[in-house]
């Protein structure tokens, strides 16, 4: 138990500062475009099924609360085989602007309430309990809108070469992981790769930051 512990120590020394290129991180072969202007996009692509996606959560948000209005933030929920509902909640709540208040709660649903969200009856059962308006939800889960941001979300998960989540974006050109985060750290705990993915975004988001001179 005394070794395991200083190893996690370790571990949490040995957090990203600097982190390389094809270590911590890695180049897109083919840079993507990005919608943030003259600011840095991140993308997160997570999905509401993933524990990990879920404990990275609450940090991910401390961590877009001290970055102001230098970046512009989105998330993608992936659609890997089952998850087709699971995607549309995340749209629909976005399309609806419920997701403010109704994104934690649909992590929650999943990890503490065990609803699964793989049928419509299961998101509709999410939706009734979690107070949203049942018949305006429906509306927009099946609108043209909704299937558009599926398509979009599909189409960002194949050019930017998602097999796992989470995973974040980083100015169309970098993607890092908290797994890949402590590459070559050793045994750590999760929420100690959490920590060293962020490590690894302040770096990357400072570096673009410079490139790009904002401050």
């Avoid at 877009?64 to 629909?92: C, E, M, P, W």
């Avoid at 979300?153 to 998602?162: G, H, P, R, S, V």
Wanted: glycine residues 10%.
């Amino acid at each position: 138990m005394l070794g395991a512990g200083l190893l996690l120590a370790a571990g949490a020394i040995a957090a990203p500062n600097t982190p390389k290129a094809g270590v911590e991180y890695k180049v897109l072969g083919k840079p993507q475009p990005t919608e943030a202007g003259k600011k840095i996009e991140v993308i997160e692509f997570f999905g509401y099924f993933c524990p990990h996606c879920n404990a990275l959560d609450p940090m991910l948000e401390a961590w877009l609360k001290k970055q102001g209005d230098k970046i512009v933030f989105k998330r993608v929920h992936v659609g890997f085989s089952g998850l087709a509902n699971q995607q549309k909640l995340y749209a629909t709540l976005d399309i609806m602007g419920k997701l403010g208040t109704h994104h934690v709660k649909a992590f929650n649903a999943y990890h503490v309430e065990g609803n699964r969200l793989r049928s419509e009856a299961d998101v509709m059962k999410f939706v009734a309990a979690s107070g949203l308006d049942q018949q305006k939800f429906k509306e927009v889960f099946n609108s043209f809108g909704v299937t558009g941001k599926i398509g979009r979300y599909n189409q960002l998960l194949n050019d930017y070469q998602i097999d796992s989540v989470p995973t974040i974006a980083i100015d169309g050109r970098f993607v890092t992981s908290p797994v890949q985060a402590v590459s070559t750290i050793g045994r750590v705990t999760e929420d100690e790769q959490n920590r060293a993915v962020l490590v690894v975004m302040d770096q990357l988001v400072n570096m673009v930051a410079k490139e790009k001179g904002l401050k």
